[in-house]
């Protein structure tokens, strides 16, 4: 898990709409959105795709990995995001 954070957190930080983002040591995410998106409306996004977020801050979301996530859960999420541009 702590690996398919490194994958997604490196394809967000591709994206133009993503802020800063916290170092990613371990299976958890937390990152800014911009740019059109706000936490909530990012995460309503993701919900309609089957992936859940947490909006944790005005500006900030929390994305959580485990055990259960699997490489073409961990794709999907990428391809997702990468059509939120």
Request: aromatic share 6%.
């Amino acid at each position: 898990d702590h690996a398919h954070a490194k994958m997604i957190a490196a394809a967000l930080l591709e994206q133009t709409f993503v802020g800063h983002m916290l170092p990613v040591e371990t299976n958890i995410l937390i990152f800014e959105v911009h740019g059109g998106w706000t936490p909530v409306k990012f995460r309503d996004y993701l919900e309609r795709e089957g992936i859940r977020v947490m909006a944790i801050s005005p500006t900030q979301v929390r994305m959580v990995l485990h055990l259960d996530i699997t490489p073409e859960m961990v794709e999907k999420t990428i391809g997702v995001n990468r059509t939120m541009a």
